[in-house]
């Protein structure tokens, strides 16, 4: 049944660390990228003999910083993805860029091998922000990189945007979005700052130096942002994500709606179709694992019906649609509203979700308190 | 002069403050007497427990027996019994002190008499016993000697016959041996009248079953005689008598004024009662020696492990503990926000505290304890009366007619600058004033009649704050009295919470049941809707706070299909409202449980 796939690539490389980031990356060096992209290879030769060369839906390129490797490099990569696995023409294949590492020739490289989507890591146009967070570029740099991409030819671009910044205030944050909206890209994705363990941010909230968003403010933003997107044209199809019509990430929306996706790299997730897993997370066991020809697995599960439930219901409902209550039943074989019928009162009679033609989705209440409502369906 | 060796025994305790030097100076006696090496000496060697280590104080009355030759040149055999240092355990003192005929008083030279002291010394002098005034730590520089004395005078004591001493550098004791000697007379009665031995404590030990400390008050007693406690009625032959030395020595026999232990197949400590006495089956004793009172918890608590998979430990533990402490009393409970646990009598606050302390330490449970009660006498309307001692019991407010609570009679010592401070708290505690007396030019004692209920409410730790930790408190159980108390009952989302109801003055259930929704609402996390947190009076509410619905939830990037991080969050989120206490549709972390007891007005 499952004989199309997702693909996701990871390239943990980036030339600084943000203060708020505790994703798997490690600082660029030019020898380790080139045993990391030999690995790659090899990786994905064992992938796509495993899964006998399927074909593929999306691809998707993400960080630490892709853009940090050279057009050449991803070319080379995509071109073994192509060779390994069926791949389409009309494929949406995205990559993650950040403005400071990318230029014109860099560009249309990565045009040529086949990148029709970018995803720029704007995440402020205001540059105190830019640099209280660590990032690399400017403002400036952001939207000089912006229109560089639109000259070379990218016709689906993508901003991400950070708010709840330490310090931010609502007309702050009304800059940045404004700033986004003129640039007219085909998609925005905001999320709100999360200080996690193991960041600079971290080590600062200690210290007590971070002026931290209420949580009313941080509700302000998001809605803010809500207003603004939509007032654009623009349609809110995901808790954190906003796109023009048909615009929508192909890539990300296979997460939501429990679609199979397979992965390469260090540390990273897939899911194809029944058993869920990730790979080693540290760099050198990766590589060690591949030298000797073997998939560097860390965790495998075989997943059960209730974790594909619980699956079904903690990504799906963070789609704007929600999940299909007809589709639900055909897929398990139970109807949802019976299996979650107190969770669902409860949840109806507080307003946080709304049950449509046969669909189930959070209400506008909902999508800010989505963790609380998401955590209710986890049997 | 029937026997000379009666005569040449010596039954003594000491008593002190907490810190005055009790226990430095029973070492220093078991050195000078050679009853221990200084090498064997263990650092304070009475206090066996860990805990009361410590705390420096006493839980469980010790003895010990020391062989010395004093100036006559005769050996005197001197037994010294050490005895609780606490209120709780005042029962527990004045039975140690019936065993004696002496007590060395010990006082600080700098500190002077303290409120435990005042009342030891008056069970003391109740008991008719010898009181050797000894003012230690005269080493220290802001020793006093002089003021000391004046002290001395005013309870009654003479202040010439008063010995220095320095139980740390030594200084002095050998005059207090002799003093022991000289001034404290040999026991009295009759080796050939039938057996009286009055137990002042029993232990349990897991090889050989309860072990009786006791003193012979008349006749003797040895292996192979079959006994009889005179007030719980058991019957035991008994197979081995002895001696402290400090260790247990066996003995052939102990005649009248010796005290020892004995081994006589006893299953658990409630068969052999602290107070009880002794005598032969075959031959009793007419009557059993005075004072005996069966032990009665006077405080009350239910005790929960955090872990509901813990209860069984929790009830072996509490099993292995009553088989050494008579007066710990429990009996399951179930609380609809708590589950199962136990509701546990203690004698009193600090037994509480050791008793909770113990479990969680030595038996390794995670607890947790409602705020502690007393006994009240609920009358109804009916003419029934009621004892209850746990706030879900009571009945509703139609049925009852008036309710009695427990008062006490508390004495508080305390520098005459905090007098004021003192006397406020007691006040706003419902004390009623009862006496004030200078004991020297400083330090006042002030006498107010208390209801137990406010002692156990954090009573002494805000007696301490007020007189920045200079107050000392002691307080003696004085009977019922009627009080307009009510149920106070916590509503949380509307459905009341059992394990937080508590029994108050009418007059104070609008502080508290203010000051309790106020700190509940600093516990109870934000929910994804409003919940109101209520105090009531039947049904009429008298405070409210509300919780505000939570306005929002971190917006996570769900990175590269990482479902597995965001599951794992979701069910982490999942699981600390497990964690937490269900009570309708609101989660109640434990350390809302925890955070109420600690009412601060």
């Known amino acids: 049944m499952n004989n199309s796939f997702g693909l996701y690539i990871h390239i943990p490389f980036c030339i600084s660390k943000c203060y708020y980031c505790d994703y798997n990356s490690v600082l660029w060096e030019p020898s380790l990228v080139k045993e990391y992209l030999a690995a790659l290879q090899e990786e994905l030769k064992l992938l796509a003999a495993k899964y006998e060369h399927p074909r593929l839906k999306t691809i998707f390129i993400g960080g630490g910083t892709p853009s940090s ?28 860029a950040n403005p400071d590492t990318v230029n014109s020739n860099k560009l249309a490289i990565l045009k040529e091998a086949g990148i029709n989507r970018l995803s720029l890591g704007v995440q402020s146009f205001n540059n105190n922000y830019l640099q209280s967070l660590g990032r690399a570029h400017t403002r400036q740099e952001a939207i000089d990189s912006y229109y560089l991409a639109r000259e070379i030819g990218f016709k689906n671009i993508n901003l991400d945007l950070l708010f709840a910044v330490p310090g931010q205030s609502l007309a702050d944050w009304e800059l940045t979005l404004k700033r986004a909206v003129q640039l007219r890209p085909e998609h925005l994705s905001t999320y709100s700052l999360e200080i996690v363990p193991g960041t600079v941010f971290e080590l600062l909230l200690e210290k007590g130096s971070l002026d931290l968003v209420s949580e009313q403010l941080d509700r302000q933003l998001y809605e803010r942002a809500i207003e603004l997107f939509l007032a654009a044209g623009y349609e809110h199809y995901e808790i954190c994500s906003f796109a023009r019509p048909n615009y929508s990430s192909e890539h990300n929306q296979l997460y939501w709606q429990g679609q199979p996706y397979l992965a390469l790299g260090a540390g990273v997730h897939f899911f194809d179709g029944e058993v869920r897993g990730r790979n080693v997370n540290s760099l050198s066991s990766y590589l060690s694992y591949l030298e000797q020809g073997k998939l560097p697995l860390d965790k495998v599960e075989v997943l059960t019906m209730e974790d594909k439930i619980v699956a079904k219901m903690i990504l799906g409902l963070n789609l704007r649609d929600g999940i299909s209550l007809v589709e639900f039943a055909q897929e398990f074989d139970k109807e949802l509203t019976d299996l979650y019928s107190q969770e669902i009162t409860k949840l109806k009679q507080l307003g946080l979700i709304k049950i449509n033609d046969n669909r189930i989705a959070l209400s506008r209440q909902g999508l800010l308190m989505a963790n609380d409502v998401l955590a209710e369906f986890i049997l | 002069m029937k026997d000379t060796q009666q005569q040449r025994i010596r039954n003594f305790c000491i008593i002190a403050h907490i810190d005055h030097g009790k226990s430095t100076l029973a070492d220093r006696l078991l050195e000078h007497t050679e009853t221990v090496t200084e090498r064997d000496m263990q650092e304070q060697l009475l206090d066996s427990m860990d805990l009361e280590r410590e705390r420096g104080i006493t839980i469980k009355a010790q003895a010990v027996r020391m062989d010395y030759q004093a100036e006559d040149g005769q050996n005197y055999v001197l037994n010294l019994i050490d005895t609780p240092g606490h209120v709780d355990f005042t029962y527990e003192v004045s039975r140690s002190l019936n ?8 006082i600080d030279a700098a500190q002077g008499v303290e409120a435990q002291t005042l009342a030891n010394i008056y069970l003391a002098l ?33 202040p010439d016959e008063a010995i220095l001493t320095s139980a740390k550098e030594g200084t002095g004791v050998e005059d207090v041996l002799a003093a022991v000697v000289n001034r404290v007379p040999p026991p009295t009665g009759d080796v050939d009248n039938p057996l009286q031995a009055l137990i002042f404590d029993s232990v349990y030990d897991p090889y050989q079953g309860v072990i009786a400390y006791y003193r012979v008050m008349e006749g003797s007693i040895k292996p192979g005689m079959k006994i009889q406690m005179m007030a719980t009625g058991g019957q035991f032959e008994v197979e081995e008598v002895g001696v402290f030395a400090p260790q247990m020595v066996s003995a052939e026999e102990l005649a009248v004024g010796e005290v020892g232990y004995l081994i006589a197949g006893i299953k658990e400590v409630k068969q052999s009662q602290v107070g009880d006495t002794i005598t032969e089956a075959e031959n009793p004793a007419t009557e059993a020696l005075p ?14 492990p955090v872990e509901g998979d813990d ?54 449970l995670d607890l947790i304890t409602t705020a502690p009660s007393v006994i009240y006498k609920i009358h109804k309307s009916d003419g029934e009366v009621v004892e209850i001692e746990n706030p879900a019991q009571m009945p509703e407010r139609q049925y009852i007619d008036f309710i009695e609570e427990p008062f006490v009679e508390a004495t508080i010592l305390l520098p005459d600058d905090y007098v004021g401070s003192g006397m406020e708290l007691a006040e706003t505690r419902r004390g009623e004033f009862k006496d004030m007396q200078y004991l020297d030019e400083n330090r006042v004692k002030l006498v107010y009649d208390l209801p137990l209920s406010e002692i156990v409410l954090d009573f002494f730790d805000q007696l301490k704050s007020v007189t920045r930790g200079y107050a000392t408190l002691d307080y003696e159980f004085q009977g019922y009295r009627q009080a307009d108390l009510v149920k106070l009952d916590i509503l949380v989302n509307k459905e009341p919470v059992d394990a937080l109801s508590c029994i108050v003055h009418e007059e104070k259930s609008y502080q508290i049941g203010q000051s309790l929704t106020k700190k509940l609402k600093e516990f109870i996390p934000q929910q994804i809707f409003e919940v109101p947190v209520q105090a009531a009076i039947g049904s009429k509410v008298i405070a409210r706070q509300t919780i505000r619905a939570k306005r929002k939830n971190v917006l996570q990037k769900c990175y590269g299909g990482d479902v597995s991080r965001k599951k794992k969050l979701l069910e982490q989120q999942k699981e600390g409202k497990k964690r937490a206490k269900q009570v309708g549709s609101v989660e109640i972390p434990q350390e809302a449980f925890m955070a109420v007891l600690e009412i601060d007005e």
């Not at chain 2, 065993?99 to 010990?106: P, Q, S, T, Y």
């Not at chain 2, 609380?335 to 203690?346: D, I, K, M, Q, T």
């Open chain 1, 69 to 96: 490797l050279t057009g050449e490099q991803i070319y080379q990569l995509l071109l073994a993805v192509n060779k390994e696995f069926q791949v389409s023409t009309e494929l949406e294949v995205s990559l993650e």
């Open chain 2, 126 to 158: 109740e008991a008719d016993l010898e009181i050797i005034p000894i003012i230690n730590k005269i080493d220290l520089p802001n020793a006093d000697p002089m003021r000391i004395k004046e002290e001395l005078i005013d309870i009654g004591l003479d």
């Open chain 2, 99 to 106: 065993a004696c005929e002496g007590a060395l008083l010990v």
């Open chain 2, 291 to 304: 004072g005996y009172q069966p032990a009665k918890p006077m405080v009350f608590c239910g005790l929960y």
């Open chain 2, 311 to 364: 209860y069984e430990a929790l009830k072996e533990s509490l099993e292995r503990l009553q088989l050494n402490d008579a007066s710990l009393t429990f009996e399951p409970e179930t609380s609809e926000a708590l589950g199962f646990g136990y509701r546990c009598g203690f004698l009193g606050l600090l037994h509480m505290e050791i008793i909770q302390e113990r479990l969680e330490r030595e038996h390794n």
